[in-house]
Every structure is written in structure tokens, then in C-alpha cells.
């Protein structure tokens, strides 16, 4: 073949492995798994890394640099890390209630008569851990153990884990269907908060998780024996160590917020004089064949959330520096275009940048979780279409730079304002490593558009 | 099955259309499977639940969404690249002929994926999607002379190593061929 040939044959071939991809998307594994070049022992590979990141936990430099790898950089993960494991932030210490100093017993309220259910059944244990509300969150912590924390990681594809982290125990059930948790917290007169759970990464999981990582080779294909390999070492895991998961429920204002059929209260009416809210956790189990069967029914306690400690966090006020820009020059964007007609498919725009207006409409806050509630206005020529429009406000993102070295790409929260502009709301209570908060002084943004960045276009803030 | 085939048609209908939308947007070579494996992932587990209506366009809103989850909490890592010379660098003789077996296919993509990534772009946009050069372009937010620079100065690099290859093999075939004849002397 001539060169132009065997080009286009090595790109088309490797660029993916379509059959991996299938199979990947296909399979009752839900998660990618590596192939692995050596299986050693499951009880051996284990003890030894445990072995090694025990010795690696006693060391000051080891401890502080494994420690740094799990920073807390939310709500989220400062409740999903053990207190001995996180830098601690006495402000959200004070509002958070820690629920294991009055544990209450687990009440197994039904468990499916199937050998694998009955095993996780009869040796359930759980935790419920702390408790905290930050004005817009409930979380809360709860510690599976053993094989109890096996279904739980079925939800660990959440946003909140590590984008590259390989989850240990994502895995199907031995009859090969999908196990599904869920989480509700009730109220003392039945009205549930359906809770959205997700597993917390731990140290444990951590050095687990790059265990296989390392081991991880993105060229080879997986197959069916490997994947059998791969559930029972983490099978092996979880009976070792079990699994953390944090459960959340948006609130928003409990003032405002109503049941569904409404009883006439709002979830304000249930907090009582100190300003906390008592709240039953009930944990079950399904898998979804025809129609969602459940395997497991656990009632796990009682916890108690602080639902007004959040009123006395203190907030900083931001100042604005440069706060319009304007972007130059010709821009190519692309986007599915469902919203305006149905029938096509992804199209391109070419429009031209001159006139292009990005605007803070409101500075925002930043408290000890983050920043917050930072606007801004997009507006465009008046000679764009409304497509061009939509697809451009679509396609916008913008790099925030905090201070000198971080810098967190943000993307959507946008309204549509009606005149053609859209705000794009940015909250960003996720992302910044919250033992550095207290110490933001400036937060750049520079707007970015198809991975092109604008970086003489910067609206640039600062943090009184 | 029957869903495992239109899951397949949906895939065969969707995936270049899907790779020429991500690979601008990516930031390393590395990502694009894990992207790729994620959104049809999420596509057929949505599929096996409660059905999707159009698929076509809602992997492209998956796709929207799980790139944004993917990169939200990755910081950005600055990438120095020497600056591309003004002149075309010298690719040297096309080569003629060319015989890939597996072993060669994966040594020349790992080089074009050690590639510079606006270099890695270009080319399998080009080569792999059929992209031309213009749109390649206005793809990356770069000129069609860099994206012209980029691909020849990926072409070069593997010249090179077609030409190391193809001696190797004239090298080795001729200690055979003289082998042979000791052999029969």
C-alpha cells in the first residue's frame, strides 16, 4: 500500500478498538477493567500493598504525601474522608454532626433467598458516620463493612470520584445483572428525601485503585477471564475493607422546600428549636431485570444534620478588577442542534468573535467551601442567528485560575435570557482544595472555545 | 439480541461522527478511548432501562456532558512544545509499498500519539476521518499552515522510521538469502 494508505489504516485501526468499546458498553460489568499481565494471588497482592501503604501511613513525609493525594476539595469529599485522614477546616467542624457516637442497631428488613444475598444479608454492617448541611446539601457518611459495601460502588461513576480512578468493585452480581443502591432518608411522619449516593474514595481505596492502575496496560483488550479475575479480587477487597459512600440530598432552602404529595409543611417545620433535623436512613438493594427486584431492605439508624449552623459561615466579598472582555477573530463551532430542529444532525457554524461580549453580571461569594454564585452575562452581535447564538453560549467554557497554580475548566449553567444573552452561573464548590479557600486572593477567568483560549481576554477578580 | 443490534447499528451510525466531534476537544491522546467507552456505556445502560428515543442525538448529549465531567476536575497541564519552524521540515522520499503487520501498525501509532497533541489531532482527523485541512483547522483554532506544519512534520518523523524499518528487513533478508547460499555451498 502507499503511504497515504497505510496512514489511514493504522489511525482508523488503533485509534480505538471498536470491539472494546462495544463490549465495554455492553457488558454486565459496568465499569472498565484492565487487562492484567499478572494475576498473583488474590490474598498475597492484597496483604502486600496493604503492607506497604500501612508502612508508607507511618512515615510524617509518606503520611503527608498520601494524605495530599485525597485533599478535600468539597463538602463531599471532606465528609467522605475519615477526620484522622483530612486536614481539618474548624469552620465546617463546628457545623457538622458526628452520628456514630449514637449508633443505633441495623434492622435487616428483608433479604432475598439467594445463596450471594443471603452471604451479604446475614453479615451486613454499616455505620452512619457525620452529618453536615451547608445550605444547599444534607451529607452524610456511611461506612459499608465487608461485603456489605459491595453494591455500593455501583454508583461510584459519579462526578464526585476521580475521572481516572478505577473503581475496585464495580461489578455485576454472580447471576450477571446490575445491582442498584439507594438511599432515602425519612422523617419522623414518613415524608421522604431521596438521597443521591455515591462511594467515597478512602486511602484504602485509593492505593487499591492504583494498584491497578499501574498494572493497567490501555493497549490490551480484556476478556471474559479476566473480568472474572478482576470481580474476585475485588470481591476479595470488600470483605477486606468494605466501602465508604456519601449520600446527599439538594435542599436548597428547607424554608421552601415541599413534599410531594404536599402536606401543607415545608422540611423547615421538621427542624426543631436548636435548629437540627432528625432523620431515619433506610438502605436498600435492586437489580433491574424485567422490573426492578429487591434484594436487600436495611434500616440503618437515626442521624441528626445542623440545618442552620450554615447561616454563620463567614463569606468574603469579591471585587472586580476586569470585568468585561471582549473576544476577536473567527471561531468554527459545532453542536448537536436537537433543541431547534430535530432532524439535523451535528452541524458547524463559522461565526466572527468580533463583537462578542463576556460581562460579570454579579461577582459572587466565596465562603470556606468555595466559590459561589459568579455571573456572567454573554451577549453577542445582533447580526448572529439564534442559532449561532445557543451554539456559541453552548460551546463556551472558561478556564478559572485560582491565584497562580490551579485552574478548574467550567462549562454550563447557563439561562437563556430571552434577548438573545445567556448568564452562565459558576459555582464552584467543587474542585478547590478546601484547606486553601481562606488564602484565595484572585480568580482568573479566560474564556476558552474548542480548547483555543483567550488569554488576553481575562476577566480577573479578587477575593477581599 | 435484539437490542445488542441496534445498539451495534447505533454504534457503526454514530462513531465517526462522534470521534471527529471529540478529538478537537480532547486534552491527550489517551482520553479518547476512555471517553468513548463512557458515552456508549451510558448510552446502552440508558437504552437497557427505559429506552431512548433518538439515540443518534443522545449520545452526542452524553457526549457533551461526560466531557465536561471528565475534564472538571483535571487541572490543566501546560504542555511546552518547541515552536513549529516556518519552513516544512524535510519529509524525506515518500515511501512505496508499504506492508503493515500488527507489530508495525502499533509502533507507528505510538508515535503519532507521542505526537505533540494538536499534532496528534490533526493527523488522525486527516488520516483517520478524512478532515480536510481547512476544517481540521478551524477545529484546533490554528491556521490551516500550522495544521499543514503538523502534519508534515508527523509525516517526517515516521518516514524515518519506515526507512529504519524497511533497512532492518533488507538487512535481514539478505543474511538469510547468503545464509541459504553457505548453506547449499
Known sequence: MNEQEAYQTVVKNQIINDDDVKRYAKAAVPERKPALRVLKPVTIALAALLLVFGAAMTIPAARAEVLGWFAPSSARDYIGTDPKDREPVPEIDGMVVDASQNQTEIKLNYVADEPYWREIGENFSATLGETFFDGRDIYLRIDFEGLSGYPVFENAWCPSLPADALLPALLAAEDGTEPESHLVLTLPDGKELPAWMAAAERPVDGAFIRSFRERFDPHRSYDEETAAAWREESLAHCRANGARAVA???????????????????????????????????????????????????????????????????????????????????????????????????????????????????????????????????????????EQKRVFARNLLFDVKIDDDLTITYGGGLTDNGDGSYTMCIDLGDGIPLNRIATIETVTLTPVLHLTSFPESAIVLKVN | MEQYETFNRIYDATRDALLRWLLPRIRSSADIEDLMQEIYRKLYRKMRKSGVREP??????????????????????????????????????????????????????????????????????????????????????????????????????????????????????????????????
Not at chain 1, 438502605?283 to 441528626?304: N, Q
Not at chain 2, 443518534?56 to 465531567?69: D, H, M, Q, S, T
Not at chain 2, 507507528?108 to 489531532?121: A, G, H, V
Not at chain 2, 486527516?126 to 478551524?138: D, F, H, K, R
Request: proline share 4%.
Open chain 1, 248 to 386: 446527599d440530598v439538594h435542599i436548597d432552602r428547607p424554608d421552601e422546600y415541599r413534599f410531594y404529595p404536599d402536606n401543607g409543611r415545608t422540611l423547615g417545620d421538621y427542624i426543631d428549636e436548636n435548629g437540627y433535623l432528625t432523620l431515619y436512613v433506610r438502605y436498600w438493594v435492586s437489580v433491574d431485570r424485567a422490573e426492578p427486584e429487591t434484594k436487600l431492605d436495611v434500616d440503618l439508624g437515626t442521624v441528626k444534620v445542623n440545618m442552620t449552623g450554615y447561616r454563620d459561615m463567614k463569606t468574603r466579598s469579591v471585587a472586580v478588577e476586569n470585568g468585561t472582555i471582549e473576544l476577536f477573530g473567527d471561531a468554527e463551532i459545532s453542536d448537536w442542534l436537537f433543541d431547534l430542529d430535530p432532524s439535523r444532525g451535528v452541524r458547524s457554524c463559522s461565526v466572527d468573535l468580533n463583537g462578542v461580549k463576556l460581562q460579570v453580571a454579579t461577582p459572587g461569594t466565596v465562603d470556606i467551601l468555595g466559590v459561589h454564585d459568579l455571573q456572567i452575562l454573554v451577549t453577542t452581535p445582533d447580526g448572529w442567528s439564534e
Open chain 2, 56 to 185: 443518534e442525538k443522545y449520545v452526542f448529549g452524553i457526549a457533551k456532558k461526560e466531557l465536561a465531567r471528565f475534564y472538571r476536575r483535571r487541572a490543566v497541564v501546560q504542555i511546552c512544545e518547541a515552536p513549529l519552524s516556518e519552513q516544512l521540515p524535510d519529509e524525506g522520499c515518500e515511501p512505496e509499498d508499504i506492508v503493515l503487520d500488527r507489530e508495525s501498525e502499533r509502533e507507528i501509532w505510538d508515535l503519532i500519539r507521542s505526537e505533540p497533541l494538536p499534532s496528534y489531532q490533526a493527523f488522525a482527523l486527516y488520516y483517520g476521518l478524512s478532515v480536510p485541512t481547512n476544517e481540521i483547522a478551524q477545529a484546533l483554532g490554528i491556521s490551516e499552515d500550522a495544521v499543514r506544519k503538523r502534519l508534515s512534520r508527523t509525516r517526517a518523523r515516521l518516514r524515518r522510521y519506515l526507512e529504519e524499518r524497511q533497512a532492518e528487513e533488507q538487512k535481514g533478508a539478505f543474511h538469510e538469502r547468503t545464509g541459504s547460499i553457505s548453506n547449499r555451498g
